[in-house]
């Protein structure tokens, strides 16, 4: 078995926070047809986070009936106040600190598919996060480039809110610090009432004006619904029925920059793929390797040169193309992900398009043509043009950190954010100004870039154009394309006509690209 690509995740304590401190009955104790929404969204977490820790704070009130609706491993603390929550919320941070943990914290009252709690709970690469659907009227979040820029809870408001936070935030290790400040600030606030209940809102509230870079994590396609009646619980059931889970995260482990021909047939035939390697147990890097192992066969076959040979190098590598894209696919959809798993498939892509390469040349020569120039001429530009994109793409990640927007930093008693955004206002103004009073120099500079600038405006305009949409990323000529330009030459012609077309076409990628990333380049200066 070629293992490799398993994620461990890391350990994980499950804060449950049920709500009714007023003493109402909270939405986390309304019915469901499989006992309460409580027990039902607990037998979820199991389920999402086999090795969580789940523990509930509960009003004092319910605690006991509560500890009867739920497993034994299930911890039930009573909290006669918010400040006592916020307590249990401080010691389970540093208890988790001490362990290498992380903390969770959960609505209690919520009714949603597994895969929406999954998203935030389990995935590897989320950090720090929030769970947030579109804005309905409540308190609300700010959000920029995936980032909380601030958050609102029953006692804090917030300017343009433009997503809801669905009361599902994960803390990783590096925050909890953070966290048990911030839960000391908030239990410390003079105007809360001891009475409230949006533990979750809360917390967010001082994570993210203590600065903590908190991901959103938008829930879409999945169905979460805090539900504040037993109406509106009943309503949210049904709309997790008529939604087919499973198949959303079938088609959600795709990629959604995907070339026409991946997206038309590489990706239908690899989820058929997918489907069968998880059922069957069968990871993500053992499909890689098999893809590198069908890929050299094709090699094999070009390299007879006989026409036969030929034909079924294009089936082969076809096949290949197939498995290649569903090990991704598996990656995603079972959450092992890892940067070894990422590099091997990345490597495995290059030695699998030059075996082939080496096969055609090898074919071709064995009938007499000797086409190792017109390759070498190929495999420069299709360097270049991996160079162009490659270079790029590590810039534009540069660009993306050097301008991610930054959470504001506000007392926990202020109670919205209006006075930091007039704050922010006059020093844009201000830089504005600066870039002015700079004289002929900048005048000049804002002139010289205002042709790369319309053009990159023009092309980002494109992307409202689905036909244009799928004809640039066609003109990038990625690996799905390039395969079928080799299956399709290879089997109707021969060695020498693949190499020209891939010139041709590699050619006009590379040309392409390089005008793109230039424009791009010069206009963000």
Not at 186 to 200: C, E, Q, W
């Amino acid at each position: 078995m070629f293992g490799g690509d398993h994620w461990e995740l890391e350990l994980t304590t499950l804060l449950v926070a049920v709500g009714g401190m007023d003493g109402t009955q909270p939405a986390a104790l309304f019915d469901r047809a499989e006992g309460t929404v409580l027990a039902a969204l607990v037998a979820q977490l199991r389920e999402v986070v086999p090795d969580g820790r789940v523990s509930v704070l509960a009003p004092e009130w319910t605690a006991e009936s509560i500890r009867g609706q739920l497993p034994g491993s299930v911890s039930v603390t009573a909290c006669r106040t918010i400040r006592i929550a916020l307590d249990e919320v401080v010691r389970h941070a540093y208890e988790a600190l001490a362990k290498g943990d992380e903390v969770s914290l959960i609505d209690g009252g919520i009714v949603a598919h597994n895969e929406a709690l999954a998203v935030v709970l389990t995935e590897p690469t989320s950090g720090t996060a929030l769970l947030v659907g579109g804005h309905n009227g409540s308190s609300g979040v700010r959000t920029a480039e995936d980032i909380v820029l601030s958050a609102g809870s029953s006692v804090h408001a917030v300017t343009d809110p433009d997503r809801d936070g669905l009361g599902v935030l994960r803390v990783a290790q590096t925050d909890l610090g953070t966290l048990a400040e911030a839960a000391r600030n908030i239990s410390g606030m003079g105007r809360m009432s001891d009475t409230a209940s949006d533990l979750v809102d809360l917390v967010t509230v001082g994570l993210v004006r203590l600065g903590t870079k908190v991901k959103a994590v938008p829930v879409d396609p999945y169905v979460l619904v805090r539900p504040h009646t037993q109406l509106e619980v009943g309503a949210a059931l049904v709309d997790l029925r008529e939604v087919d889970e499973d198949r959303l995260r079938l088609v959600s482990s795709g990629r959604p920059d995907d070339g026409l021909y991946a997206t038309l047939v590489g990706r239908r035939l690899a989820r058929i793929v997918t489907r069968w390697a998880v059922r069957s147990g069968i990871s993500a890097n053992q499909v890689t390797l098999g893809s590198l192992a069908v890929a050299l066969l094709a090699a094999v076959s070009f390299a007879t040169g006989a026409r036969v040979g030929l034909i079924a190098g294009a089936l082969v590598l076809q096949i290949s193309y197939v498995l290649g894209c569903a090990d991704g696919e598996i990656a995603r959809y079972t959450r092992r992900i890892t940067p070894f798993g990422g590099w091997f498939d990345a490597v495995s892509e290059r030695v699998k398009e030059y075996a082939v390469y080496a096969g055609l040349c090898i074919g071709a020569v064995r009938g007499g043509d000797r086409v190792w120039t017109l390759a070498s001429a190929m495999l420069a530009g299709q360097a270049y043009r991996q160079m162009v994109d490659a270079g790029f793409a590590v810039r534009s990640a540069e660009w993306r950190a050097e301008e991610a927007p930054e959470p504001l930093t506000l007392p926990i008693n202020l109670r919205d954010d209006v006075p930091a955004t007039a704050d922010v206002e006059p020093s844009a103004s201000a830089a504005g100004h600066s870039h002015g009073s700079s004289g002929g120099t900048g005048s000049h500079r804002a002139t010289g870039l205002s042709f790369p600038r319309g053009a990159v405006d023009l092309l980002d305009n494109t992307n409202k154009v689905p036909a244009l949409v799928w004809l640039k990323r066609t003109l990038t000529m990625p690996v799905g394309e390039r395969w079928l330009v080799i299956s399709i030459v290879a089997a109707l012609y021969g060695p020498r006509e693949v190499f020209l077309a891939l010139l041709a076409v590699t050619t006009v990628a590379a040309l392409y690209m390089t005008v793109g990333r230039m424009l791009r380049s010069i206009a963000h200066a």
